[in-house]
T-cell receptor, first 111, second 115 residues
Framework: RKEVEQDPGPFNVPEGATVAFNCTYS??????FFWYRQDCRKEPKLLMS???SGNEDGRFTAQLNRASQYISLLIRDSKLSDSATYLC????????????FGRGTSLIVHP | DAGVIQSPRHEVTEMGQEVTLRCKPI?????LFWYRQTMMRGLELLIY????????DSGMPEDRFSAKMPNASFSTLKIQPSEPRDSAVYFC?????????????FGSGTQLSVL
């Protein structure tokens, strides 16, 4: 089993739609969680951290479920500019600090 | 701040040649990571340094790969000899702190093509 797993997609949605991605992780001792965004042929950039109580940043909501070992990202009112690959990142566990990336979920928002 | 700087942006070489990728982390960052990204395997951590010292190189594919960080502002990833299967985008990233909650800053990457 891979450490961090994501559905690669692509998720193909119209503008204005709500879309959600999940990510599962295998290390129950993992300490911190993030979503990164990667545009085509560009470097990954931090989208948002994921906190235990859940957190929101504008149209984006992230949640963590430690019991089931998954994190989620919800995008409301999708924009064309949201088209990208969304990478789930899990840090730590067992005293180590090694950011582990999922392979990413591709999102395509069309007019 | 200029961010993490990688060079070259693109490298095309022939099988068997030596390839050296370079990275300048953000000033003040004490962690530096080298990742490789391919369609098949996604982003894979190759090696990371803390205060210029290699901490975990278990992701380095084989002896053909080596990485150094002679000082806080410079790191290299060397492949010798290169093979076609090494073709990928290689990213360098840096961050500060030890808590594991810090944001990773990536360079623009080096697109390596080994013919």
């Amino acid at each position: 089993r891979k450490e961090v797993e994501q559905d690669p997609g692509p998720f193909n949605v119209p503008e204005g739609a709500t879309v959600a991605f999940n990510c599962t992780y295998s290390n129950s001792a993992s300490q911190s969680f993030f979503w990164y965004r990667q545009d085509c042929r560009k470097e990954p950039k931090l989208l948002m951290s994921v906190y235990s109580s859940g957190n929101e940043d504008g149209r984006f909501t992230a949640q963590l479920n430690r019991a089931s070992q998954y994190i989620s990202l919800l995008i409301r009112d999708s924009k064309l500019s949201d088209s990208a690959t969304y990478l789930c990142v899990v840090n730590g566990g067992g005293g180590s600090y090694i950011p582990t990336f999922g392979r990413g979920t591709s999102l395509i928002v069309h007019p | 701040d200029a961010g993490v700087i990688q060079s070259p942006r693109h490298e095309v070489t022939e099988m068997g040649q030596e390839v050296t990728l370079r990275c300048k982390p953000i000033s003040g960052h004490d962690y530096l990571f080298w990742y490789r990204q391919t369609m098949m395997r996604g982003l894979e951590l190759l090696i990371y340094f803390n205060n210029n010292v290699p901490i975990d190189d278990s992701g380095m594919p084989e002896d053909r790969f080596s990485a150094k960080m002679p000082n806080a502002s410079f790191s290299t990833l060397k492949i010798q000899p290169s093979e076609p299967r090494d073709s990928a985008v290689y990213f360098c990233a840096s961050t500060a702190g030890t808590g594991g909650n810090e944001k990773l800053f990536f360079g623009s990457g080096t697109q390596l093509s080994v013919l």
